[in-house]
Antibody, heavy 116, light 112 residues
Framework: EVQLLESGGGLVQPGRSLRLSCAGS????????MSWVRQTPGRGLECVSI????????YYADSVKGRFTISRDNSKNTVYLQMNNLRIEDTAVYYC?????????WGQGTLVSVSS | DIVMTQSPDSVAVSLGERATINCKSS????????????LAWYQQKPGQPPQLLIY???TRESGVPDRFSGSGSGTDFSLTISSLQAEDVAVYYC?????????FGQGTKLEI
């Protein structure tokens, strides 16, 4: 059974940093690209970052480019999202998802709240 | 960016009746060389993450009941539930994966 388990969310002040982790199991992690998608009531679903299976290629939404860094450790079946210089508008539920385009499995999400 | 617009924003349908949700993209998501539409549909139930229902505009994901069907091409697409069941109450999203950023529609809330 495919499982994705996010961790690392929480309450943080504007300008601070947070690192999200997503541990995958039940599939050959190193074969698949992975994505981070966030959801807010106001902006809906937004794909913020994608990483190729090897980690060699990455994509960032313009809204997070230069502030967020995606990485992965295939030996640990884990993908990360390093979020720096957080803004109030980064407040969202962050999901990791398997694959880059058609997201066939999603984690349960982790809430990131940016507030002073 | 490709903008995805769904209609209606919400709809109420009786049990056993047909439900149709529409999705329009701001530019074509049909890749001519493959003749495939880079369009997916997701279902999100309260308190749960989205779940992939359909990809390539009309291919059901494994395990998705056959009452769910997708149609359309180019810029206009539809998701149809042929006979609404109580467990189909959810928000439905379309998504284009033709070009990054892979954008989603704003969602359609389906109620009974």
């Amino acid at each position: 059974e495919v499982q994705l388990l996010e961790s690392g969310g929480g309450l943080v002040q504007p300008g601070r940093s947070l690192r999200l982790s997503c541990a995958g199991s039940g599939f050959t992690f190193s074969v698949y690209a992975m994505s981070w998608v966030r959801q807010t009531p106001g902006r809906g679903l937004e794909c913020v970052s994608i990483i190729s299976n090897s980690g060699a290629n990455t994509y960032y939404a313009d809204s997070v480019k230069g502030r967020f860094t995606i990485s992965r450790d295939n030996s640990k079946n884990t993908v990360y999202l390093q979020m720096n210089n957080l803004r109030i508008e980064d407040t969202a539920v962050y999901y990791c998802a398997k694959r880059a385009a058609t997201l066939d499995y999603w984690g349960q999400g982790t809430l990131v709240s940016v507030s002073s | 960016d490709i903008v995805m617009t769904q209609s209606p924003d919400s709809v109420a349908v009786s049990l056993g009746e047909r439900a149709t949700i529409n999705c329009k993209s701001s530019q074509s998501v049909l890749y001519s060389s493959s003749n495939k539409n880079y369009l997916a549909w997701y279902q999100q139930k309260p308190g749960q993450p989205p779940q992939l229902l359909i990809y390539w505009a009309s291919t059901r994901e494994s395990g998705v009941p056959d009452r769910f069907s997708g149609s359309g091409s180019g810029t206009d697409f539809s998701l149809t539930i042929s006979s609404l069941q109580a467990e189909d109450v959810a928000v439905y999203y379309c998504q284009q994966y033709y070009s990054p950023p892979y954008t989603f529609g704003q969602g359609t809330k389906l109620e009974i």
